[in-house]
């Protein structure tokens, strides 16, 4: 019986990313054999019992690998389960036909909607995440004024988040009117609120945002609360990665 580490394992089994699993360590969400877990901590899956958020995960051998493509309405929250009672986009998932526990890669805020990627496949999910991938992710944006271009090219450059600049944001305009602006912003790396914060840094009040594209992956005819499974097409594009 093979020893591993809890994030590890908590990656392979589709619970989360390992960089999640450490932070739920660390946040006390992990326990092992009725104890707190700590980061690194080694276990093994058929012997010992892991927990997180009080639900007792089991290996399981060669279980199936779900990917789902799901429209994140504004308004519902990227986890599977909300100390608050909020809406979760696994109350929008229909668990029963699914069979499996799936994971969101990566957020969307409570506010933004649009293209969520949900899997069981931790490995894919850590490729997905990776900022060394650095995969593009295309976003529509909405703002509550007409922009001139010295404001928009400013809004594609650097900013701060966390003691790290981003890399720049190419950006390009869908309608200027009725003292609206429509923006299509790509960038590569998806640090937290990325656009938010560009928007914050500019004074520029966001209206609507909507991710429609993560690499060569798109929302095409989804609504708002719709999700399908990935084809077999764009799951080797994952894969691949």
């Not at 997180?52 to 199936?64: A, E, F, P, R, Y």
């Not at 519902?76 to 909020?86: A, F, K, L, N």
């Not at 799936?102 to 900022?131: C, Q, W």
């Amino acid at each position: 019986m093979e020893e591993m580490r809890i994030q590890k394992y908590l990656s392979e089994q589709g619970i989360m990313s390992r960089r999640n699993a450490e932070d739920a360590v660390i946040r006390g969400k992990v326990v092992i054999n009725g104890k707190k877990a700590v980061v690194g901590q080694k276990v093994v899956p058929e012997i010992d019992e892991i927990m997180v958020d009080g639900v007792i995960i089991t290996k399981k051998s060669g279980n199936k690998k779900i990917y789902i493509m799901m429209y994140k309405p504004a308004g519902v929250v990227t986890t599977m389960s909300d100390e608050q009672d909020r809406l979760c986009v696994s109350d929008i998932l229909d668990k029963d036909e699914i069979g499996e526990r799936v994971y969101p890669v990566g957020r969307l805020d409570m506010y933004s909607e649009g293209l969520l990627i949900l899997t069981n496949d931790g490995e894919t999910a850590n490729k997905l995440m990776h900022p060394k991938h650095e995969i593009s992710k295309i976003y529509h944006i909405t703002l509550k004024s007409e922009l001139s271009q010295d404001i928009i090219k400013k809004l594609s450059e650097p900013v701060e988040i966390d003691g790290r600049m981003t890399s720049p944001a190419k950006i390009s305009v869908i309608e200027l009117k009725n003292g609206r602006t429509k923006l299509k912003i790509e960038i590569f790396e998806g640090r937290n609120r990325q656009i938010r914060r560009m928007c914050e840094n500019l004074d520029l009040i966001i209206l609507k945002l909507k991710r429609v594209c993560i690499g060569n992956l798109n929302i095409g005819t989804l609504k708002p609360g719709q999700w399908k499974y990935l084809n077999h097409n764009e799951i080797n594009y994952l894969k691949g990665l």
